[in-house]
């Protein structure tokens, strides 16, 4: 079965052919232009190539419920043409086949529990941190919806007391993502993550935060394994500073196996940052699978 998958990010779209078990075969890279002008594009390259279903991983804030009637919606963005635009709408029309849709983070998480690093495991969150910060969080065997879908990226953290930057999110002035997120980084720091390596203080700062976020997480969601990927997250010299962080927020509260092996709770990404395109495919064959039921 030849499936189809697109993420769709801020920046540039991604489109795959691929197969049920994760096996890429064609790629494709669009820039992510005004809807007018690059969904006709999708179609076309997808037009050709005979696929069963299609996936889409999308930015947000985008409706998810299939019985909603803002379902495969983009909602409020600031993205020229993109606002309530009927995306997932547009692509059953011009391609006639079953279309799985949900948000990029929420594809990465399913990404990486049908092929990666939570593989067997029902109660997971993955965080992606890089230009933004957001998650994809999966409870008993089911990407987490509700009102909406998870905005965990915006939880509140509490500002370090020698942190005198302000915070990017023009909505919150101490959340995760304002704190956090890469432009945050280049914000206070006054170069990009890249090039402050070496800068302890940069990451002490850093896993602070993003440990605040996670220790809250473990609190709420109960994962069983935790995932962090995008590209602030590759620095690796994060993930020990964060571990810790949480074990000493943790305060030894939680007397599990997974908090006693917190080298394998908190892990990276583990699909060479391809999650969120093969969680779409895992979409695309849900959505085929549920063709009779989900129109």
């Not at 995932?227 to 599990?256: D, S």
Request: hydrophobic share 40%; net charge negative.
């Amino acid at each position: 079965m030849r499936l189809g998958a697109i993420e769709a990010g801020g920046t540039k779209m991604v489109l795959v052919i691929g197969t049920e078990d994760g096996t890429v075969l064609e790629r494709e890279i669009l820039p992510t232009t005004a809807p007018e002008a690059v969904v006709p594009q999708i179609i076309s390259w997808f037009s050709d190539r005979d696929i069963s279903a299609l996936g889409v991983g999308a930015f947000g804030p985008t409706g998810v419920n299939p019985n909603s009637s803002d379902f495969g919606r983009v909602l409020d963005t600031p993205k020229p043409g993109w606002k309530n635009y009927d995306f997932r709408g547009a692509l059953l029309e011009g391609l006639s086949v079953p279309v799985g849709y949900d948000t990029d983070v929420n594809a990465a998480c399913l990404g990486e529990v049908t092929f990666g690093a939570a593989k067997g495991l029902d109660v997971v969150v993955y965080l992606t941190v890089g230009t933004g910060i957001g998650a994809g969080v999966m409870v008993g065997g089911e990407l987490l919806h509700g009102m909406l879908h998870p905005e965990a990226g915006h939880v509140l953290v509490a500002k370090h007391a020698d942190d005198t930057a302000a915070s990017v999110c023009p909505y919150h002035e101490s959340c995760l993502e304002g704190l956090a997120s890469g432009p945050a980084i280049e914000s206070r720091w006054g170069l990009p993550a890249a090039e402050l390596v070496e800068s302890e203080k940069v990451w002490e700062l850093e896993a602070d935060y993003l440990a605040q976020a996670l220790t809250n997480y473990t609190l709420c969601y109960s994962p069983q394994r935790i995932i962090l990927g995008g590209g602030v997250m590759h620095q690796q010299q994060l993930f020990p500073l964060i571990r810790k962080k949480v074990a000493a927020n943790l305060g030894g509260y939680l007397r599990t196996s997974e908090i006693a092996d917190i080298d394998s709770y908190i892990v990276p990404s583990s699909l060479n940052d391809d999650q969120g395109i093969l969680g779409a495919l895992e979409l695309a064959r849900r959505a085929e699978v549920l063709k009779d039921v989900i129109k």
